[in-house]
């Protein structure tokens, strides 16, 4: 059906292709890419990675030619110790892309009457972004104005957003990802843990997984600390329907079956505290609501539990007490995407109380005080107060909700029930929505009620295919950045600069953001000439500069705190009570559950299996699918099938099948199935990010499924408004459906 705004794809007119030329993938699929040292005519330059949110410090190696050869990790930064995983080594490959965007693109419509994109320079571009926005700002407001957001980029934006009026901001990286354990942590122990997570997981006895795909999810410094701790003897505990690469390095795995976790940790407060295990001396200094809490436990009974999670008790107590025999230094991880059945939150605060049973908060192989350099800020002025915000397109809805939600931005853009939108037009930038948010149609139905949509983004991604205005950012290898300034064990800063100039017609966010800025009569918020200045400001008020910065990639400052508590000094928990909140009072006051309870989740119907995804290796999302180099090691998912539903389908291994949901979604592609024991029987495993949509990203189209479009049922976090997504079912198709293709 024909939309005001409809799907449009991008053609040859304003990718990179044209401008890159055809000799560079040759160039880097030569052995000498990687041959390389630092040598004559060899130069190398400070980044940090964008290819995830770990951000590692690395090196970027080039020629005299300008051609970029190799990246590799920064010995002295914290966050890699040198090392780099996969993506960060194929960062070159984002730079190289013959797919990517290189000129702004408008909407228009042709002779023909069909809406197509049209090449535009930057200033007519920006132009019409910064008309549109004075529009509604005119008669709506500049909060009618809403930003999607992720990645660096997002920053920049942010900053101009809040220099604009508009604070009606959302990352769907907090309702789709990691806000349940945000807050669920915040709710427990006063503090969220950040990014990266501050946990010593090198000195840890004992390490819990849960839901965490360590070695899979490449968070880079946890890996490497885990296969440090697992070589000084530590033990390992799965939680996984799927046996993961952790689980084939643990000393326990237990093929839990999904949406019963709560049943499971419940299970394990039970023997600590029913057998003494727990630690009594810290609970009795640090903690408040224990008695509530031990008899609120005393009935989930492992016996109890195995009915669930069907994990026999023998081995919920054998794991309970090897915990225990490791404690203090033992860390139940509160993993980061934990978006999965709509009690998110409680299954994040069952895992918080957990750790403190343990002790594990503040003491050594446990959960470490992360600590940053106090960086001041660029002197601004101050930001206007807008007339409301992100909060107000709530309702009353979702109380402990600290960041914009996502999906309650695309309700208020949605016309309903005699209601009018109170959000009239996007900037989405660094985020690809229909991969990221739940529910297609729904996500639709808002795109077509904007006024105005400009996406800013590095590839033709699907987002794009619905914009107004496309204005092509440059990827990180080109580009000066904000300091990467983490919370790690020391403080420490990173610096991101320019490695090679802009390839097309791309530019950076801080100058798209500058001159949007300026066109809206916001100079005064953007007093630079390059945002090199603002950078070597902030250094030298912490006795550095950007030329020392831009020598060493990374340097490292003096903690003020100590590591982990002092006992004989005490700790005061930034709680209201001043301790670690067993039972959350601020919860029960809301009509929550102050304790985690488990409730049942609905089960697949007959022939239909759980669908579970995750990460691999290699890739971050959706956003590498398209990386020659890194394609080059996965270009396709498959899907995961048990042995014995094998049989009852008469699946064999490599056949290609079509997935359809609960709701009758069929996948646009096939994927291979993987017969393998390694999945449990009632459930379905694929990699996210493969199946793309869009014929011009040439190295991952029609490549796989997506696990996306497959995600049709959403079961929303009442406390926060986190969106779980893994309730939903699949069943195989073994025959193409009708249309399964675009003509």
């Not at 329907?241 to 952790?246: E, G, I, L, N, Y």
Request: hydrophobic share 35%.
């Amino acid at each position: 059906m024909k939309t005001r705004r409809d799907f449009i794809k991008i053609t040859g007119l304003g990718l990179a292709g044209l401008a890159i030329g055809g000799g560079t993938f040759k160039f880097l699929q030569g052995s000498s890419l990687w041959d390389s040292v630092l040598g004559e005519g060899i130069t190398r330059l400070p980044t940090y990675c964008e290819v995830c949110f770990w951000k590692c410090a690395g090196w970027v190696y080039k020629d005299e030619r300008g051609k970029l050869l190799k990246v590799i990790g920064n010995e002295i930064d914290p966050h890699c110790t040198g090392r780099l995983c996969p993506r960060g080594t194929g960062g070159l490959g984002m730079y190289y892309d013959t797919d990517r965007l290189s000129t702004p693109l408008i909407r228009t419509t042709n002779a023909e009457g069909k809406q197509v994109f049209r090449k535009a320079s930057w200033e007519e571009a920006l132009q019409l972004v910064a008309d549109k926005m004075k529009q509604v700002s005119d008669q709506h407001g500049p909060e009618s104005v809403a930003l999607f957001n992720h990645g660096s980029s997002g920053d920049f934006f942010e900053h101009l957003f809040k220099a604009y009026g508009s604070q009606t901001i959302a990352a769907p990286s907090y309702a789709q990802c990691r806000g349940p354990r945000d807050v669920g942590f915040k709710a427990t122990f006063g503090s969220a843990l950040g990014s990266p997570e501050p946990l010593d997981i090198r000195d840890t006895r004992c390490l819990v997984l849960i839901g965490s795909h360590l070695g899979e999810n490449m968070h880079n410094g946890q890996v490497q600390e885990m296969s440090e701790a697992i070589d000084k003897g530590a033990d390992i505990i799965t939680v996984d329907p799927r046996f993961s690469t952790a689980a084939s390095k643990s000393k326990f795995w237990l093929p839990i079956k999904p949406a019963t976790d709560i049943a499971l940790l419940l299970a394990w407060m039970n023997v600590l505290i029913g057998e003494d295990l727990y630690d009594k001396a810290y609970i009795e200094k640090y903690a408040n609501g224990f008695e509530r809490l031990k008899h609120h436990v005393r009935r989930f009974t492992p016996e109890w539990a195995y009915g669930i999670t069907t994990i026999k008790p023998a081995e919920i107590r054998a794991t309970a007490r090897l915990m225990a025999s490791a404690a203090p230094a033992v860390i139940v991880h509160p993993g980061r995407h934990v978006t999965w059945y709509g009690d998110d939150t409680q299954r994040s605060r069952a895992i918080a109380i957990l750790n403190a049973l343990l002790g594990s908060w503040g003491r050594r192989g446990g959960i470490y005080f992360k600590e940053t350099l106090p960086l001041p800020k660029y002197p601004y002025p101050d930001y206007p107060t807008p007339a409301w915000d992100w909060k107000e397109t709530l309702g009353d809805r979702y109380p402990f909700a600290d960041s914009g939600v996502s999906n309650a931005l695309v309700d208020a853009t949605i016309p309903e029930n005699g209601r009018k939108a109170r959000i009239k037009a996007w900037v989405v930038t660094g985020t690809n929505l229909p991969a990221s948010m739940p529910d297609k149609p729904r996500l639709e139905q808002a795109i077509n009620a904007l006024d105005f949509l400009a996406v800013v983004d590095t590839m033709p991604m699907e987002i794009t295919g619905y914009a107004d205005v496309i204005l092509p950012e440059c990827t990180y290898l080109e580009r000066y950045d904000e300091i990467r300034n983490a919370p790690h064990r020391e403080p420490n800063l990173a610096i991101r600069m320019p490695v090679a100039e802009p390839l097309g017609d791309s530019k950076p966010s801080w100058w798209i953001t500058k001159q949007l800025g300026e066109k809206l009569g916001l100079g005064a918020w953007f007093p630079y000439r390059d945002y090199s200045e603002v950078l070597d400001w902030q250094l030298k008020q912490v006795g550095s500069s950007l030329d020392e910065l831009q020598k060493v990639g990374v340097k490292k400052f003096e903690r003020n705190g100590p590591l982990y508590m002092n006992e004989d000094q005490g700790y005061v928990f930034p709680t209201p009570s001043g301790k670690i909140e067993l039972y959350a009072a601020a919860f029960e006051q809301s009509g929550f559950d102050p304790l985690p309870n488990y409730t049942a989740h609905p089960e697949p119907g007959e022939g239909y299996y759980r669908l579970i995804y995750g990460r691999a290796p290699m890739h971050t999302f959706s956003r590498t699918a398209n990386n020659a180099l890194l394609a080059d090691l996965m270009d396709e998912n498959d899907v995961w099938v048990n042995p014995k539903v094998a049989g009852i389908w008469g699946l064999e291994n490599g056949q290609m099948v079509w997935l359809k949901n609960q709701d009758g979604v069929v996948s646009t592609f096939p994927i291979k199935v993987r017969i393998t024991e390694r999945i449990r029987w009632d459930s379905v495993y694929m990699v996210h990010g493969f199946g793309q949509t869009q014929k011009e990203l040439t190295r991952a189209y029609g490549k796989g499924a997506s696990d996306s479009e497959l995600i049709t049922r959403t079961m929303v976090d009442p406390i926060m408004g986190a969106t779980g997504l893994r309730g939903n079912f699949v069943t195989f198709l073994l025959d193409e459906p009708v249309k399964a293709f675009e003509s």
